[in-house]
């Protein structure tokens, strides 16, 4: 299992769970993340995604929540192609599409992402290690292949750009909102409440090809 030096050099952020009005996040879709004010609705079932969307899959104490992407592989660099399987490149280490509750699966045509409960992702380019990474080779096509359960996306690209554009990927804790885990500008580390185990993340996925 992935130790938490490593989650952290992933600019990962413990995303607390929001309760408002006696609601959760898996019941209405929230407000904020990590306190950041953002507008989220119910992700469609089928949908067409932009870079600077950020998709977000809720814990439910029920399970079976899952959120399904798929990219075309033609926008993919040729620098993530040979990074994805190749553990000790820096986009293998830090690249949020291998994050905690990521599962990257290569195929023929296209770059399918299965987005766990848990997980907050944003589509975007560029490494928390280096903001210069390209992902991508021009603005990708990305679309919902399936939603099990409820998910939220914000698709306002000028204002998660705006105000979530140092955030790469978060993870929903277990324990609920006493703790975070958060990667500052400055490369400093915040935690916030009690201390953060890897029990407390989503499950790590190998990337593989199919």
Aim: glycine fraction near 10%; proline fraction near 8%; charge should be neutral.
């Amino acid at each position: 299992m992935t130790s938490l030096p490593n989650l952290i050099r992933l600019f990962i952020a413990l995303l607390a769970l929001q309760l408002a009005h006696g609601s959760s996040w898996a019941d209405e879709p929230p407000q904020s993340l990590l306190g950041i004010p953002l507008s989220f609705i119910e992700l469609p079932k089928r949908q067409n995604l932009g870079l600077n969307s950020i998709i977000l899959v809720p814990r439910n104490e029920n399970g079976g929540q899952l959120v399904v992407l798929n990219i075309d592989r033609r926008f993919l660099s040729k620098e993530f192609g040979q990074d994805l399987f190749s553990p000790e490149a820096k986009g293998s280490k830090d690249h949020p599409f291998l994050g905690n509750g990521i599962e990257a699966i290569l195929q023929r045509h296209q770059l399918v992402l299965k987005i766990h409960p848990g997980v907050a992702l944003h589509l975007r380019d560029g490494l928390p290690s280096d903001p210069s990474y390209k992902t991508f080779t021009s603005p990708p096509r990305i679309s919902v292949g399936s939603v099990l359960g409820r998910a939220y996306v914000s698709t306002d690209a000028g204002d998660v750009r705006s105000k979530a554009g140092h955030i790469f990927i978060a993870l929903l804790g277990k324990r609920g909102s006493e703790e975070r885990v958060i990667k500052l500008s400055d490369g400093s580390t915040l935690i916030i409440g009690q201390p953060v185990t890897e029990d407390d993340f989503p499950p790590k996925f190998n990337p593989r090809s199919e």
